[in-house]
Structures are given as C-alpha cells and as structure tokens.
C-alpha cells in the first residue's frame, strides 16, 4: 500500500465511534474465549408430542468462538497492518479505554513522538474500516 499522509486517514465522527465501540470488546472476546469451553449438556427429553429437533451446543458454541477468534484476529492483524513495530502499543489503545499516548510513553515506553502515533492510529481505524465494510 502507498504511503499516506494522515489527513487521508480520516473517517466520519459516528463511524469511528462504531470502530472504536467495536474495539474495545476485544478483551470479552479474549474472556468468551478462555471461559466459554463448556459444551457437555444432556438433551431435555419431555416426552411431549411436537418438534424432536433440538440445538446442537456444541457446533454453536463452536461457531461463537470461532466468531470471537476472528474479530481478535482481525483487530491484531490491522495494528500490524497499521505497524508492525508499534502493533501491541495500538492493540493496548484502541482496546482500551482511556489508554493515551501519555500513558504509553510514561507506562509502555512507545518508541515514537505522539503525532507519529497518532497518525497510526488513525491508519489502523482506517485499514479496520476498509476490511469491515
């Protein structure tokens, strides 16, 4: 992909509030993920006339993580996208609210100037635009 200057990364105000809320689920996806491994359930027979069809837990659950793992994946693969360098530094602010480039820089030691950042940032909300669409 060409370089791009940051003012080209720009997206409407109701559409970055949908990718950032979209976002910060990223760490109950993680939570599904490592809590949701339960699947072991007896079919409920009533002995009633009607519909002998019943859910297959399993598959469903099955799907559901594989849903979770994918918009996990997707979430990491547009921050390296985004930089692979600075990847887990924009995996930890568009995950996180509140996370700022203060925090980084006093917290996590980011190895860049904020508008550096901050443009990279923007790129990810980009890239995760493009590919949601």
């Not at 791009?4 to 559409?15: E, G, I, P, Q």
Request: hydrophobic share 30%.
């Amino acid at each position: 992909m060409n370089s791009k200057n940051c003012r080209d990364y720009k997206l409407s105000k109701n559409r970055y509030k949908e990718l950032y809320y979209f976002c910060q689920q990223y760490s109950e996806w993680k939570d599904m993920l490592k809590c949701s491994n339960h699947t072991v359930k007896s079919v409920v027979l009533s002995g009633m006339p009607g519909s002998n069809s019943f859910k297959d837990q399993t598959s469903e659950l099955a799907e559901k993580r594989v849903g979770w793992q994918e918009k996990i994946d997707l979430v990491e693969a547009t921050a390296e996208e985004a930089d692979p360098i600075l990847k887990n530094f924009i995996i930890k602010a568009v995950t996180n609210d509140g996370v700022t480039y203060t925090y980084l820089s006093q917290r996590m030691e980011i190895p860049c100037g904020k508008n550096m950042y901050y443009e990279k940032r923007r790129k990810f909300y980009w890239l995760l635009d493009k590919k949601l669409k």
